[in-house]
């Protein structure tokens, strides 16, 4: 199974290596267009902020690679904010692989904090990524914007709100909440995403 992580300018790639290889999985980071293109699998990470995420995928031109992947990717935090088509953060518009507008959580929701940091339950869950998760199970997020629900979510987390807590949209997967530090449900997330 050949797995390609993207490199770009935010990542948080070291925890995502050491969940695939717990999984038997050994990835490459790259930022190689070729062997992006070619991987079976793709991982786009992300901790950091749009904007100048987004200026660094186009000044390597890996925007117009992702798009066009033809394998499965999963997008992960801010992987599935730039996924989307427009972020409030620096008034950035983004991939647009999802039809999805990313705002920012207001600081008076009730009985909450920005960013959120924690444990939350994800529920709503479809397709294959989620096969043998349970319904309510928790995940663990760190973010302060959120994609809003649209028909490409596939499951949902409330925080304040009700919000995107994964998108699919054709072989494109992505997740808000950080997989590879969400415990054994995660784990096995990050299995079905292989299997997919």
Known sequence: MNVSIIKYNAGNVQSVLF???RIGI???????IDKL???????????????SAMKYLKEKKLDEVIINLKQPVLGICLGMQLMCRFSEEGET?????FDNNVKLFSADLKNTKVPQIGWNTIYDLKTNLYKNIIENEYMYFVHSYFAEI????????????????????????????????SSDAGQKILENFIKI
């Not at 293109?37 to 904007?51: C, H, L």
Request: glycine share 6%; with cysteine; charged share 20%.
């Open 19 to 21: 969940a695939l290889e």
């Open 26 to 32: 050994n990835a490459v980071v790259t930022d190689n």
């Open 37 to 51: 293109q070619t991987a079976d699998k793709v991982i786009f990470p992300g901790v950091g902020e749009a904007s």
């Open 93 to 97: 518009n983004c991939l647009g692989i």
């Open 150 to 181: 649209s028909e490409n979510t596939i499951a949902k987390t409330n925080y304040g709100l009700e919000y995107s807590s994964s998108l699919q949209k054709n072989n494109f997967y992505a997740t808000q909440f950080h997989p590879e530090k």
